[in-house]
């Protein structure tokens, strides 16, 4: 909802260069707003948009960038601020996976672009149940998003706009204010989670943790691993189906990518799309439980069951 608000606010027609290695929500929110996709490819080091090719996708019917802070990573901030500027586009971020995440500078994610919106689902890293937020530093902006947030009211009985209703309920947002209290709670289990999966997987062959920045900050949300299954000797579908043998979730985010899923596939505008770096790490992702509720010796018994499947995948069968 908070891009589509967003979005529509803009009053856009034309096409807008996103990701396809994201959340599908990202991309049907342009979908929905009747502007067209076009999905760009990822550098396969950060996960996050590739500004060099955004710069081969844009024709004089692009209208904006929409990028995403992939698992919190601030996405090459300053490289798209000049694309933008320089071929005069709107640019905006889903920073669905940012709350409490900086750039090496210091410079929190949800200053950057025109706007940025969050996302307070249950398994994100703020939990309101449902809803979200945008933010922008862009005070018209915000004014006008706060009334077509509440049907377009600008008065007691006026409207000033076409508005819908996406306001946030009581308890959704007194339940937001309880998970903001334990922010910090939240970031140390993540960050003690992310050290014990970093010494577990040291043992793991074929495995790589996703790192974080030192410099910045971050909320350590994201478990992500890339599996080398030359190397492992395993796909990362078979250690995702041991995992699950034993009750533990292991997602495939996000797999597969945006331009394989409807109703994009079958639309003739995607036919001859070749994403090369999303197809390749939509088929090598895993991502592992953390949170509050997982102790380090459950951290430990899952990369041990990641050797195992390893070793079960590995020994041919007998006769
Ligand atoms: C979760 C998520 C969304 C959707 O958020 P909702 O609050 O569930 O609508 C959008 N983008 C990304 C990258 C997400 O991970």
Redesign the pocket.
């Known amino acids: 909802?908070?891009?589509q608000l967003l979005l529509h606010s803009l009053d856009l027609k034309g096409e807008v260069i996103v990701p396809s290695f994201?959340?599908v929500?990202?991309v049907n929110a342009i979908s929905w707003e009747g502007l067209t996709p076009v999905f760009c490819d990822i550098d396969p080091r950060t996960h996050c948009l590739d500004p060099g090719q955004v710069v081969e996708l844009i024709t004089p019917d692009t209208v904006a960038i929409l990028g995403?802070h992939?698992w919190g990573q601030p996405c090459y901030v300053e490289e798209l601020q000049s694309i933008a500027s320089e071929h005069g586009l709107h640019l905006i971020y889903?920073a669905?996976?940012a709350f409490l995440c900086s750039t090496a500078k210091g410079e929190f994610l949800g200053n950057f672009g025109l706007a940025e919106?969050l996302?307070?689902?249950a398994?994100?890293f703020i939990n309101t149940f449902?809803?979200?937020a945008i933010v922008t530093n862009n005070d018209p902006l915000a004014s006008k998003l706060r009334s077509i947030r509440n049907f377009g009211f600008a008065g007691l009985d006026a409207t000033d706009c076409l508005g819908i209703n996406a306001k946030m309920s009581e308890v959704s947002a007194a339940m937001g204010i309880t998970s903001i209290e334990s922010r910090s709670d939240f970031v140390d289990a993540n960050k003690r989670n992310h050290q014990a999966y970093k010494l577990g997987l040291c043992e793991v062959a074929g495995t790589r943790l996703l790192g974080y920045d030192a410099q910045g900050s971050n909320n350590y949300q994201y478990i992500v691993v890339e599996i080398d299954s030359g190397i492992a000797g395993v796909t990362r579908d078979q250690i995702v189906e041991v995992l699950y043998w034993e009750n533990i979730f292991a997602r495939r985010?996000f797999y597969p990518g945006c331009h394989r899923l409807e109703p994009y596939k079958s639309n003739s505008l995607y036919r001859d799309i070749k994403l090369p770096c999303t197809d390749a790490l939509g088929d090598s992702i895993l991502l592992l439980p953390t949170g509050t509720s997982i102790a380090e010796a459950d951290i430990l018994c899952i990369c041990n069951l990641m050797r195992l499947a390893m070793d079960y995948f590995s020994v041919e069968a007998p006769e």
């Open positions: 909802m908070a891009l994201t959340f929500a990202t995403v992939l889903d669905a996976h919106i996302s307070f689902h398994t994100k449902e809803g979200g985010y």
